[in-house]
């Protein structure tokens, strides 16, 4: 496959809108929703699964002619989960707060469908470059989703953004933004506007 | 481990850290599969059973091999890999003994294995250093909540398909707002700690 600029854009329109991993395809969820309560918990979290779904693709592109068809899954896991292992201590080492307030969510990257989609569905049968960026465009989506949804929940949850006051004095923080139900929430509505918006977009194509 | 330890430890997996609808664990399961009330119970049988094996496995794992090796680095590919044995083992072994229930839960089980509650649960036993019984008896009543949520969930989801929704919220953002009702439910049960 050669990667002019067109398909690079395409995986950037693809990744970020048309193909987003959490708005549109609706994968890995669970941290989604835990994990957006605070703008800073969202980039964290949006970072590590980044940096696993560029070097998990990147390693599955070259090593996809060795890996039996059979076994195949097992091996991506492991290779997934060896990721997440280093994204885990590196956090641990540099980042202990951060790392103490995503707290369980950070292994569980291992079994986010997204990395395992993406392996599946592109790295597999697509060359090392193409699968790095591919990686590189759905992080990146991932990541946007995830500020999208702790931007909303911090700002009416907590009334700061990254910690800084940004609700007008007198404003009373809704608790319940920042608790489960507000991820459910938050999630269902911009699912919906994206939905409203794509819905408009195709009745003006028509008329 | 006593009874009352155990009761409250179910009673707090089930009902007031509920895995699905409080801690966020095991959503895709949870969104993708709840569309018919069948699936979602076979759904969370599967679960129930999947998780009550792999509590015990996975704590007979880290505290025989990992911990005495010093390779508790190791946790999370360890487990993911037990997990995603046990299941293909459960499977095989349904096919032979059980085919009925084979039958029945089938197509759910290899979906398990990415089933983040399964390798969350396995976690968090080892994270609150349960002994063997509790993990186990954690284990089932996490996935015991599961399925309460999961069937919950696919009760509602039945009588949305003939409600009359705005076009912009149909499909999965309906779905979502359910979910926060369901989950505002479960909030309910935050002052159930008479154990703790």
């Known amino acids: 496959m050669k990667s002019d600029l067109k398909s690079v854009g395409s995986r950037f329109s693809d990744g970020l809108i048309f193909q987003n991993p959490v708005t549109v395809l609706l994968l890995g969820m669970c941290p989604v929703m835990a994990v957006s309560v605070s703008v800073f918990n969202g980039i964290g979290m949006g970072l590590s699964a980044t940096f696993v779904l560029i070097f998990s693709n990147t390693v599955i592109s070259l090593l996809r002619k060795f890996i039996p068809e059979n076994v195949r899954i097992a091996a991506y896991i492991v290779v997934i989960a060896t990721f997440v292992t280093i994204v885990d201590m590196l956090l641990q080492a540099f980042f202990p707060q951060l790392s103490k307030s995503l707290g369980l969510f950070i292994p569980l990257i291992v079994v986010n469908c997204i990395i395992l989609a993406r392996a599946e569905a592109f790295a597999r049968v697509n060359g090392v470059f193409n699968s790095a960026l591919d990686g590189l465009a759905m992080g990146i989506g991932f990541t946007a989703a995830l500020i999208a949804m702790s931007v909303v929940r911090e700002a009416l949850g907590a009334g700061t953004l990254l910690g800084v006051p940004v609700m007008p004095p007198g404003f009373r923080p809704a608790l319940l933004m920042g608790l489960a139900p507000g991820g459910f929430i938050t999630l269902g509505f911009i699912i919906a506007a994206m939905q409203w918006a794509l819905n408009r977009r195709k009745r003006k194509g028509k008329l | ?196």
């Open chain 2, 1 to 196: 481990m006593n009874m009352t330890t155990l009761l409250s430890l179910s009673l707090g997996a089930i009902l007031v850290e509920n895995f699905v609808l409080v801690k966020f664990l095991g959503i895709c399961p949870f969104l993708g599969v709840s569309k018919k009330m069948d699936t979602a119970l076979g759904m969370g049988f599967s679960v129930v059973f999947v998780m009550t094996a792999a509590s015990a496995a996975t704590f007979c794992l880290n505290e025989y091999a990992l911990t005495p090796l010093g390779l508790g680095y190791m946790q999370t590919p360890a487990f993911i890999l037990v997990i995603a044995s046990l299941v293909q083992l459960v499977e095989m072994f349904l096919k032979k003994a059980v085919p009925a229930l084979y039958g029945a839960l089938g197509i759910y089980l290899p979906l398990i294995t990415t089933n983040c509650a399964v390798l969350g649960v396995a976690i968090l036993n080892t994270q609150k250093e349960l002994d063997l019984l509790g993990s186990s008896v954690y284990g089932a009543a996490a996935g015991i909540g599961f399925t309460l949520a999961i069937v919950l969930f696919a009760s509602v989801r039945e009588r949305l398909e003939f409600t009359d929704i705005p076009a912009a919220f149909e499909g999965f953002p309906i779905a979502l707002v359910t979910a926060a009702l369901l989950s505002m439910a479960f909030m309910g049960f935050q002052g159930l700690q008479v154990f703790k």
